[in-house]
């Protein structure tokens, strides 16, 4: 059964730092690895979704790898603002129509 | 104009009650999803329909029974509700079965007193 793990599980950084959000995976038989943001009292909003075929995706400042092989996801946000202060979360898409979410990564940026 | 509503944002109710979450979907997809945040904060899939037919039901006791009277919206009834119960349910769509990007609704969040 698939296992998705995020590290750290709470960040803070200052406003303008680059910085990366971890995320593995153990079953590495998966169709896609999407990252998500979840604000406050919000639903998630999807931010990047990669393919099994594909290395990363790109989005503005964000950026996402994936390494199916090791298991392994990353994202990686650009010049941080205080406005990207959420809770991160990926998931990993498998076979039987189903997302498995890792537990999130609370990053707070502050000005 | 809201792509996936829920309602009520916000349910408090005792124990043994029984009610019900509804979700709507305007995107014209043919897969919805009911998803459990609980306190920690892991979300976890409970129910998956694709064109009214469920396709997911992940082992989830059978006081909770989604229905789904057509493709665009999917409801989540709960009996005998118990203290365990109390989490964010969030109901999400995409547009069709089989990985492709969801989109998620703002939360109900369920509290049983």
């Known amino acids: 059964k698939q296992e998705v793990t995020q590290i750290p599980a709470a960040l803070s950084v200052p406003e303008g730092e680059n910085l990366v959000l971890n995320c593995s995976f153990t079953?590495?038989?998966?169709?896609?690895l999407q990252w998500f943001r979840q604000d406050p009292g919000k639903g998630l909003t999807s931010l990047l979704l990669?393919?099994?075929?594909?290395r990363e995706q790109t989005s503005g400042r964000l950026n996402a790898s994936l390494d199916k092989s090791s298991g392994r996801s990353t994202l990686y946000i650009a010049a941080s603002q205080p406005g990207d202060s959420a809770t991160y979360l990926c998931a990993a898409y498998n076979a039987g129509n189903m997302l498995t979410f890792g537990g999130g990564t609370r990053l707070m940026v502050k000005p | 104009d809201t792509a996936v509503s829920q309602t009520p944002k916000y349910l408090v109710t005792q124990m043994g009650n029984d009610k019900s979450i509804k979700c709507e979907q305007n995107?014209?997809?043919?897969?919805m999803y009911w998803y459990k945040q609980d306190s920690k904060k892991f979300l976890k899939i409970m129910f998956s329909?694709?064109?009214?037919?469920?396709?997911i039901n992940e082992t989830v006791p059978n006081r909770f029974s989604p229905k789904s009277p057509d493709k665009a919206h999917l409801n989540l009834h709960i009996n005998s509700l118990e203290l365990g119960d109390s989490a964010v349910y969030f109901c999400?769509?995409?547009?069709?079965?089989?990985?492709?990007?969801?989109?998620f609704g703002a939360g109900t969040r369920l509290s049983v007193l």
């Open positions: 990669i393919q099994s075929s594909q």
């Open positions: 079953d590495s038989a998966i169709y896609n």
């Open positions: 995107l014209g997809h043919d897969t």
């Open positions: 329909y694709n064109n009214k037919e469920l396709i």
């Open positions: 999400a769509s995409s547009q069709v079965a089989g990985g492709f990007i969801q989109y």
